[in-house]
């Protein structure tokens, strides 16, 4: 049977002093509709992105609304995982070609993944399916006579794919009945017929990585860690991933360096076991910053974890997240929420984040990230504004509530179509 992650338990009445009322009541009240389904969400990892940050806060939720919510894993090899991570890529707009041989073996590990779902007794009593993302796509076409109702949740950069790998992946979402992406930018044009939704994802202000932590605690953290506190420091955290250009931060923290000398940049990556090429990128990163003593690598791997990236997240001058694509980037919201300002590409869901005149700036290139930074690290109380206003909007906008009230709205839609 697939693996099930654990998960602790929340409270959503924790969250009536953070999230706007006009969120949590329609929230409490589409729940009421929804109580005693059950509902799966099935992913590629339990920890090193987006979705399992997502997942590992919002499934305890689902269930102290009384919607049960459990969470499982798909299983796969490491020649598996480096096929859905070039389809990732393909799906993102890069032309490295999904052969055929990859896709026999994406069809036989999905093939053997739906049978250890049919075999596990609590299958039969869902109501819902949530797949998210490639890697686990594929499994819906091998489960027949399913009585759930099954929804694809994409959360990558999907504006402009490779075609070839789009239109393969396409024929497996004609059995689901709803898709999820992030942006209506997102959806290909010729997607199979059935329910579109468009629903952003969220943070957790309450979790371990978005929770209040005092100044005096974050600066022993990253002194812990090898950061000086009482210098500049800026930091992108993210996937050690390509599309996240590290490299193109790199040269940019060079340029900022000229005009501010002491300036310490931070990479904090996470690894994850779908992702078995951020190794790569990683010594690439290394090899790039190995004579600058200022330029500082983190992982997930080496003790920096959720408190730590909080800590980079609230004692940085400026966050960067420079992406190329960009799903989303939860990291623009927990930067903003935390009251510092981004400097950020003009990349797939990061506009949604910053708007013109919030929270930060949106880039274009290495020059422009460079004086963008320089700007708000020389200009504080301009800074101090646009992350201010950035605090507001992901109050309104992007904390988790306002996620499960669309997701559940999703699902009774679902039901009553039924």
């Excluded at 007794?121 to 796509?137: I, S």
């Excluded at 059935?194 to 990585?209: C, F, M, N, T, Y």
């Excluded at 300036?263 to 904090?268: D, G, I, P, R, S």
Aim: aromatic residues 8%; contains cysteine.
């Amino acid at each position: 049977m697939l693996q099930t992650v654990d998960v602790g338990e929340l409270s959503i009445g924790a969250y009536l002093q953070v999230v706007p009322e006009e969120i949590m009541a329609p929230l409490l009240e589409v729940a009421g509709r929804l109580r005693g389904a059950r509902v799966l969400h099935l992913s590629a990892t339990p920890y090193g992105g987006g979705v399992s940050e997502l997942l590992r806060s919002a499934v305890p939720l689902y269930n102290d609304l009384g919607v049960h919510a459990t969470w499982k894993i798909i299983t796969g090899l490491p020649p598996f995982f480096a096929v859905t991570k070039k389809m990732h890529n393909a799906l993102q707009g890069a032309t490295t070609p999904v052969t055929a041989e990859d896709r026999a073996l994406y069809e036989r590990t999905a093939e053997r993944n739906a049978a250890q779902l049919r075999a596990d007794p609590e299958f039969a009593g869902f109501d819902y399916v949530f797949v998210h993302d490639p890697q686990p796509t594929a499994v819906r076409s091998y489960v027949d006579g399913s009585r759930a109702r099954w929804v694809w949740r994409c959360h990558i950069d999907t504006s402009q794919p490779d075609l070839a790998t789009w239109h393969y992946l396409r024929r497996f979402l004609e059995p689901y009945d709803a898709t999820v992406f992030t942006t209506a930018q997102f959806v290909p044009p010729d997607l199979p017929p059935g329910r579109v939704e468009i629903i952003p994802p969220a943070i957790d202000p309450l979790s371990p990585k978005n929770m209040s932590l005092d100044d005096r605690t974050a600066h022993a953290v990253l002194n812990w860690i090898g950061i000086e506190p009482r210098r500049p420091l800026i930091t992108q955290v993210s996937r050690f991933d390509p599309w996240k250009d590290p490299l193109g931060v790199i040269d940019a923290y060079r340029l900022v360096r000229k005009e501010v000398p002491d300036l310490q940049l931070a990479l904090v990556g996470s690894m994850a076991l779908d992702d078995p090429e951020a190794w790569e990128v990683y010594r690439t990163i290394a090899d790039a910053a190995r004579d600058d003593p200022a330029v500082h690598l983190f992982t997930n791997l080496t003790g920096v974890g959720n408190v730590e990236v909080n800590a980079f997240q609230r004692m940085s001058a400026v966050m960067v997240q420079k992406s190329l694509r960009e799903g989303f980037g939860l990291v623009v919201c927990e930067a903003l929420w935390k009251g510092t300002p981004v400097v950020a590409g003009r990349a797939g869901g990061i506009p949604l984040q910053i708007a013109d005149g919030v929270g930060g700036v949106l880039v274009d290139s290495v020059a422009g990230c460079a004086e963008a930074i320089t700007g708000l690290l020389t200009d504080r109380p301009r800074a101090a504004a646009l992350a201010a206003a950035g605090h507001e909007r992901v109050r309104r906008h992007f904390l988790l509530p306002r996620l499960l009230l669309d997701e559940l709205t999703l699902l009774d839609a679902l039901a009553q179509e039924r």
